[in-house]
């Protein structure tokens, strides 16, 4: 069996990428990072998937980008509320090169356990405007693995970038996740939960997802706020 590795937060879109990373024959080995994101609720919801979808393994690594900054989910800037998604410009939950450092993580891991696939639940139709999310960023970041590797310059091995729900609407990533088995009411996507852990249904992540649901004909399994 081919090995695969994945980038697990805990949310819809990668967790419906791990789904289908499974569903198409792949080991799958999953990396989650704790890099100083508001709460842990995603965390959480990252090993709850992982082992619901029989992930072969799954790593938590952590580093702290909250020393960085420049994000409302990095440092104390207050999460926007009932905005249109992807309107205005990059928002300010966008966290500075995170997918690139995500996908650097990745990268070592998937060198590490022998894989060649990378999966990403990046998504560049109903998201929030993040330019590491585009398409030509992940053609890109191909292009490097190949060159800053000892697999790529050594074996002449090539690294594919895998983004199954890049041009997908979230309603079809509901439905394509649903068709697959994912239990949604595992996952977590919210950026400024209630204290008592609730999402809070007014953030750019809530309203993504409640559109997908509604536009898919089903309901959202976790609880909102309001």
């Not at 800037?77 to 939950?93: F, L, M, Q, Y």
């Not at 405007?129 to 890109?140: I, S």
């Amino acid at each position: 069996m081919s090995r695969a590795v994945v980038l697990l937060s805990g949310g819809l879109d990668s967790a419906t990428t791990l789904a289908i990373a499974v569903a198409t024959g792949f080991e799958c080995h999953c990396l989650t990072v704790d890099y100083g994101q508001r709460h842990r609720l995603e965390l959480e919801a990252a090993q709850s998937v992982a082992a619901a979808l029989g992930a072969a393994s799954h790593r938590v690594v952590t580093l702290d980008l909250r020393a960085i900054g420049g994000s409302a989910l990095t440092d104390d800037i207050e999460v926007p509320k009932d905005a249109e998604p992807g309107v205005g410009g990059v928002p300010v939950t966008y966290v500075p090169a995170r997918n690139t450092v995500l996908l650097a993580l990745l990268l070592g891991l998937a060198e590490v356990v022998g894989a060649r696939e990378l999966f990403i639940g990046a998504n560049a139709v109903d998201y929030s405007g993040y330019p590491d999310c585009r398409p030509e960023f992940l053609r890109a970041f191909e292009r490097l693995a190949r060159l800053a590797t000892r697999a790529g310059v050594e074996d002449g091995a090539t690294f594919r970038i895998r983004a199954p729900l890049l041009q997908l609407t979230k309603a079809g990533i509901v439905r394509l996740g649903t068709d697959l088995g994912v239990d949604y009411g595992l996952t977590w996507s919210c950026y400024d939960p209630s204290e008592g852990g609730l999402a809070c249904g007014r953030c750019d992540a809530c309203r993504l997802r409640l559109r997908g649901f509604a536009e898919a004909g089903l309901t959202d399994p976790i609880r909102y706020v309001t």
